[in-house]
């Protein structure tokens, strides 16, 4: 599932403002044991770095990390646009150092302007961020770049660093203490890591990297400027509210385009220009979905219409709400009551459903329990008490719905202290849950980018007029990185249809 943002903006400035995070890629990495400390010569820098875990260690993190990054985004599906990023990014890892790891590029279905890396040699490019490259040497300088943090092992020198802190040791210790270095749990490690991001220093270097990898398959470097042109508006356009991954830890992009207009001037290797590929690259994204998907849900106001499993839920007015993959939550204005919708494991019934997750959830204890009717649909409910590791003490509802072979489990509670102040709105919403049949509310398809030629000079604001977008004209300049002032030379451009979302 995944907010859909268009609609009244007031309620999605409300909503993106409240936005519960994704769950962070470093809770993935758990579990995992360093090795010996040493300083390792890293094959793509050529400087040496921190290093307490091994390669097969670091290829394990990323093995398990990748089933439960598809499972938090969603793989894209579209086949033949993932075949196409995964076949440059095997071509340029060809290019690069640490051969031998398990290449892996994934496009993500998700809306945010982002790509990353975790250790091992998966690399991960949102659907949002190919929504606005314009060639195909614009896609390899970031796929270069997160290639350059893994070849540079980034992720390993984090680790090892909180894993030096968490032992409380020295470098004295690191530089050969008596007895080596102790084995220590990388568990949670990952989180502070990774939700900290890299440093500046590991994405400048990340940036030389990438801008090696591009120029050895002959991509034009100067494209590697035009990314960060185009970060840096993705940033203008988002403010605080939203901005793009890339621009939560790295250098800012003039900074960075800086860099490398100075590198390109001292590059005696670039005789001629390098490869555009600003035609091949439109051509796999045309049909490309644009924002949000509204087929997996969407908000009109404080109703949650999900198209694709055919429910509708009403939350309390007022509350801040936000559709993830996994759930749809709400939280109450003062923050001090939460509804979450999940899908049960669709086994058995409604009250099979209740039994099992109240005797699987440890602290958590039933009070009262009955059989339902909720429009129409066989239901469960129970009340709860529950009380966490820290002794804090919740009270709330439970109500598992099934629908057309699904168990929806809608769970609405808070603290012992606030609950008598939420209860009732927490009724409210566990009971609307319904099927929703309305065409005109199941009938939704998301926005796309369709790819239009323009034949002679052309004023953006005739292209708007020739070829009207659904979308406001800054963004639909942003993704042609052109100036709303400017005049189109004859070509390729992507323009936004559909995505328009019915009002109840």
Not at 306 to 324: D, I, K, M
Not at 437 to 456: G, K, N, S
Request: charged share 25%; net charge negative.
């Amino acid at each position: 599932m995944t907010v859909r943002e268009e609609g009244m903006a007031d309620d999605r400035r409300r909503r993106q403002r409240a936005r519960i995070p994704r769950l962070g890629l470093a809770l993935l990495l758990t579990g995992l044991v360093g090795s010996v400390a040493s300083c390792a010569l890293n094959p793509a820098t050529g400087g040496r770095q921190l290093s307490l875990i091994s390669e097969g260690e670091e290829i394990q993190m990323g093995r398990e990390a990748h089933p439960q990054i598809l499972a938090t985004f969603g793989e894209y599906p579209d086949r033949r646009l993932s075949q196409y990023v995964e076949l440059l990014g095997l071509r340029m890892a060809s290019r690069a150092e640490r051969l031998n790891l398990p290449w892996t590029f994934t496009v993500v279905d998700d809306e945010v302007v982002n790509a990353f890396a975790v250790p091992g040699g998966f690399i991960y490019l949102t659907r949002g961020i190919l929504a606005h490259f314009t060639s195909e040497a614009q896609l390899a300088a970031v796929l270069g770049h997160e290639i350059g943090h893994v070849t540079a092992r980034h992720s390993v020198t984090q680790l090892s660093q909180v894993q030096l802190a968490q032992a409380g040791l020295g470098i004295g210790a690191i530089l050969g203490g008596p007895g080596g270095a102790p084995v220590v749990n990388l568990a949670g490690a990952g989180f502070q890591v990774l939700s900290l991001g890299f440093s500046r220093d590991h994405e400048r270097e990340s940036d030389d990297l990438g801008y090696r990898y591009m120029s050895l398959l002959g991509y034009d470097p100067q494209e590697m400027i035009d990314v960060f042109a185009m970060l840096g508006r993705v940033g203008d356009l988002s403010g605080s509210e939203r901005a793009p991954g890339w621009l939560s830890t790295h250098p800012h992009p003039e900074d960075r385009e800086l860099r490398i207009r100075e590198r390109i001037a001292s590059d005696s290797s670039l005789a001629e220009a390098g490869r555009v590929g600003r035609e091949a690259y439109l051509r796999q994204i045309d049909g490309l979905i644009y924002g949000d998907d509204p087929r997996k849900g969407y908000f009109v106001e404080e109703d949650f219409y999900h198209p694709e499993l055919a429910f509708h839920l009403r939350f309390p007015t007022g509350w801040s709400t936000v559709n993830q993959p996994s759930a749809v939550e709400a939280s109450s204005p003062e923050r001090d009551a939460v509804i979450v919708v999940t899908l049960e494991d669709p086994i058995g019934s409604a009250d099979q459903a209740r039994r099992r997750f109240f005797s699987e959830i440890q602290g958590i204890r039933q009070n009262d329990v009955s059989q339902v009717d909720v429009n129409g649909l066989d239901a469960s409910w129970a009340s709860f008490s529950a009380r966490d590791a820290q002794n804090n003490q919740f009270q709330g509802e439970a109500l598992f719905v099934a629908l057309d072979g699904q168990v929806y489990r809608i769970l609405g509670y808070a603290p012992r202290g606030a609950w008598s102040r939420n209860r009732e709105a927490v009724g409210a919403a566990l009971r609307s849950f319904e099927r929703e049949t309305r065409p005109e509310m199941l009938d939704v398809e998301p926005a796309r980018i369709r790819i239009v030629e323009v034949e002679e000079p052309l004023p953006f604001v005739r292209f708007l007029e020739r070829y009207p977008s659904s979308i406001p004209a800054e963004r639909v300049a942003l993704l042609n990185q052109v100036r709303e002032t400017e005049v189109l030379e004859p070509g390729l451009y992507k323009q936004i249809v559909g995505g328009v979302i019915p009002q109840r």
